[in-house]
């Protein structure tokens, strides 16, 4: 399967674009272009692929876009049918951003976030129905509330089914050793990795080369 972007890629960001297509085309990789999305960043409104290949839409209405409503992409509405994908449809309101499966699709972080996006489900129903869907079990870490989309891809990343890779505590009983510690609860092994900024100024994201995210952050605008 190709990778997909959105076609607003080459317009909002045209160099990041223009070296990412590029880089593609070198090594022969193919890729295609979405019509239809509102924005660029597809990881987040696109269906989630569980372990087993099955496809999940989650309900795409963020609170950080409840003042940009011209901004939220309806898969369903706006992609699907010119797609013609086997979609599992789900009420559940969940960025993809926010779901990081470990590699064998086993484990699956997401931050508590979903909770205050999802008031109407008590939080056990919610967690159980989300393992349902997935496939998986779910693991729940802290969400920074500072950050406006509370993901937990940019606190934490499987590096295998037993290994998640974590910010660098920047102090014992900082939000970062909460991550941290959160991780080890549920039985894994937490491994540090430094802080950087990303383009945006934040330094609460997980170093961007080792995601391939040295083109602008555009993990969050593929989709595979």
Known sequence: MAFCFSALLPTLYPTDAETLFTTLAAHDVPYALLEGTRDVWLR????????SGKLVSFRYEPCYLKNDPVLRTDFRKDLAPQLGLPVTYSNI????GNVVF??????????????SENPEYPSAALVHELSELLETEVLIIPSLKSDMTGHAD???????????????????????????RAVQDCGLDAVDVPLCSDRW?????????????GTGGFPAGVWH
């Open 102 to 115: 470990s590699p064998s699709g086993a484990h699956v972080l997401i931050s508590d976030r979903v909770f």
């Open 201 to 213: 100024g934040q330094r609460r994201r997980l170093l961007p080369e080792l995601f391939g995210d």
């Open 93 to 96: 309101n969940l960025d993809g």
């Open 154 to 180: 940019g606190m934490a990343r499987f590096l295998d089914d037993r290994t998640v890779l974590c910010n660098r505590p920047l102090s014992s009983c900082g939000f970062e050793q909460q991550v941290k």
């Open 44 to 51: 987040d409104f696109m269906p989630v692929r569980t372990g």
